[in-house]
């Protein structure tokens, strides 16, 4: 079964105004072949990361 799943990081602050600590989440939504309405799976292009020259 495909999911998507979805986080946030909290890095910038780590409490509310008032204390409270930022917690950080995950969200997770599972779904069928029916749920996609009849689309099909393209695997994403992903190209190789090339090297910088030192000193840029």
Known sequence: ???LLIGNDNDFLATRP???AKANHWFVFAFGDTGLG???FVQQSIRARRERPAGR
């Open 18 to 20: 008032g204390g409270l």
């Open 1 to 3: 079964m495909p999911a």
């Open 38 to 40: 009849g689309s099909t």
